[in-house]
């Protein structure tokens, strides 16, 4: 079964510096959106993407967040500036329409030192 | 904004017995909910996927239903299993379904 791919698994960086989180989507969906999970704490919304543009964000997303699809597959989540407080497991998503199931990737746990 | 709440937050459980997960939500305008499952360290998987317009979906041992008029959807277990130890999501889209509200989950053990 076709599934959604996240790397790295892992990423410990350290505060101020920038980090790129890599997704694959799985190949016939359309929608692609990046939500985190604070440990202890509920799943959130990023923000989504749709037709090479964001097609909605949340207040999380501010300016030290963008999101790119920089070939046909990729799907990645740039943070240019690290804060402790981004420390977060980060899941990718995407689904073929909106409001069809989700199908979230393994997540990228970020660790900001 | 959308609010959804998950009861319990934790259940433990005998192998073998049947089981219910509540998920209410404040916006009954939704067109869909979904239930997922979560295990630690891991992704999101989705268990079912119910429209507004039905009132139940299953899926082997597992049955949601959704009142859409009282804001509730719950995930019935049945005969659960220790592979079934896992938290469990329920989700609500909003009118563009262009993100989902999650709950806090309901952390369940089933005992062996």
């Known amino acids: 079964e076709p599934e959604v791919t996240q790397t790295p698994s892992h990423q410990v960086t350290q505060m101020g510096q920038e980090v790129i989180l890599r997704c694959v989507p799985i190949s016939n969906h359309l929608y692609f959106y990046w939500y985190r999970q604070i440990l202890g704490q509920k799943v959130e919304f990023l923000v989504s993407?749709?037709?090479?543009?964001?097609?909605?964000k949340s207040e999380i997303f501010d300016d030290q967040f963008s999101v790119e699809r920089p070939d046909g597959s990729n799907f990645t989540l740039k943070i240019r500036s690290t804060k402790l407080e981004d420390s977060a497991m980060y899941f990718c998503?995407?689904?073929?329409?909106?409001?069809?199931?989700?199908?979230f990737g393994n997540g990228t746990r970020l660790t900001v030192t | 904004k959308q609010e959804v709440t998950q009861i319990p937050a934790a259940l433990s459980v005998p192998e073998g017995e049947n089981l219910v997960l509540n998920c209410s939500f404040t916006?009954?305008?939704?067109?869909?909910l979904q239930w997922f499952r979560q295990d630690p360290g891991k992704g999101l998987t989705s268990l079912l996927l119910i429209q507004s317009s039905q009132r139940e979906q299953t899926s082997g041992r597992l049955n949601a239903s959704l009142d859409k008029s009282s804001g509730r959807s719950t995930l019935y277990i049945a005969a659960s299993q220790p592979g079934d130890s896992a938290t469990y999501l329920c989700a609500v889209p909003t009118p563009t379904g262009n993100q989902f509200y999650f709950g806090t989950g309901t952390s369940l053990t089933v005992i062996p």
């Open positions: 998503a995407s689904s073929e329409l909106p409001g069809s199931p989700l199908h």
């Open positions: 993407f749709y037709n090479n543009e964001i097609s909605e």
């Open positions: 916006d009954s305008a939704i067109y869909n």
